[in-house]
């Protein structure tokens, strides 16, 4: 005949072992999604160091090709004097190519760059009116050019000089 169990200790083996599955389960999956949170919050952080890698080079190259760029130009303006053909066009790519992405700038920056592309713009208008309206080398309208590029002179010192600044901070970031 078979061996005899109390039914107390059936029931006690049943409900220990139902329990101890319970809470072994509540365990492991409380330990899975502690797991998961951490793995989560290193791929989140990791995500966001290289968007800030990536926001802080794009931001470099603005600052870099807009200093080239107002540096060429001052030397096209600072040589003019000395040229017998004064149609040397300013350059305004790297401002048609990166004006959208210049919120990083200090608000005065933001608000002083476009009036020295204006600056630019005009002094490129008055050689392209003295190239297609007159007869070259006349030289008709070499006062006005030399103003123009007085103008942008006067002007481009203290922009390229915050830029510079710009720059200094951005590369200390690092």
């Known amino acids: 005949m078979g061996i005899q169990i109390p039914d107390d200790s059936l029931l006690t083996n049943l409900l220990s072992g139902l329990?101890?599955?319970?809470?072994?389960?509540?365990?492991?999956?409380?330990?899975?999604?502690k797991a998961a949170k951490i793995s989560l919050?290193?791929?989140?952080?990791?995500?966001?160091?290289?968007?800030?890698?990536?926001?802080?080079?794009?931001?470099?190259a603005v600052v870099h090709a807009l200093?080239?760029?107002?540096?060429?130009?001052?030397?096209?303006?600072?040589e003019l004097p000395n040229k017998s053909f004064k149609h040397v066009v300013m350059s305004r790519e790297a401002w048609s190519i990166y004006k959208g992405n210049t919120s990083f700038l200090p608000q005065k920056l933001q608000a002083?760059?476009?009036?020295?592309?204006?600056?630019?713009?005009?002094y490129n208008s008055i050689l392209d009116y003295?190239?297609?309206?007159?007869?070259?080398g006349e030289?008709?309208?070499?006062?006005?050019?030399?103003?123009?590029?007085d103008k942008f002179k006067g002007n481009v010192g203290s922009i390229i000089n915050k830029l510079e600044d710009v720059?200094?901070?951005l590369s200390r970031k690092d």
């Open 167 to 169: 720059l200094r901070e």
């Open 19 to 33: 329990i101890g599955s319970l809470v072994g389960a509540f365990i492991g999956a409380r330990s899975t999604l």
């Open 139 to 149: 030289g008709r309208n070499n006062d006005k050019i030399a103003g123009a590029a």
């Open 67 to 78: 200093i080239k760029e107002l540096k060429e130009n001052l030397s096209i303006a600072q």
């Open 130 to 136: 003295d190239k297609f309206s007159q007869v070259h």
């Open 41 to 60: 919050d290193g791929l989140y952080k990791q995500e966001k160091e290289k968007r800030l890698f990536e926001s802080r080079q794009q931001n470099l």
């Open 112 to 122: 002083d760059l476009p009036y020295t592309y204006t600056l630019i713009a005009e």
